[in-house]
Nanobody, 123 residues
Framework: QVQLVESGGGLVQAGGSLRRSCAACGRSFSAYRMGWFRQAPGKEREFVAHMQWSASSIYYADSVKGRFAISRDHAKNTVDLEMNSLKPEDTAVYYC????????????????WGQGTQVTVFS
């Protein structure tokens, strides 16, 4: 069974940092992009960052560029999201996602989703 299992996240003061981790299991993801989306209350789910499983071709949403970093831990077989200089507007449920390389990395092109975890940034 294919699973994306998320960990990390939580509550942090503005300016602080959090780390999300996504463990991918159940199949080979070598032909997939891995990344993160988020959804704030009353808003649509939006792209945050993605990378190819090989850790190449990394892209970020403009809203998080320079503050967030996506990476892959080869030993743990996880895709991680380091979130720094957090702002209250970063508050959302964050979702790990996997989509095949030939598809656009948007909500409609995702093949697998993690369970989602709340990240709350207070001022």
């Amino acid at each position: 069974q294919v699973q994306l299992v998320e960990s990390g996240g939580g509550l942090v003061q503005a300016g602080g940092s959090l780390r999300r981790s996504c463990a991918a299991c159940g199949r080979s993801f070598s032909a997939y992009r891995m990344g993160w989306f988020r959804q704030a209350p009353g808003k649509e789910r939006e792209f945050v960052a993605h990378m190819q499983w090989s850790a190449s071709s990394i892209y970020y949403a403009d809203s998080v560029k320079g503050r967030f970093a996506i990476s892959r831990d080869h030993a743990k077989n996880t895709v991680d999201l380091e979130m720094n200089s957090l702002k209250p507007e970063d508050t959302a449920v964050y979702y790990c996602a996997a989509g095949q390389i030939y598809k656009a990395f948007d909500v409609g092109g995702i093949d697998y989703w993690g369970q989602g975890t709340q990240v709350t940034v207070f001022s």
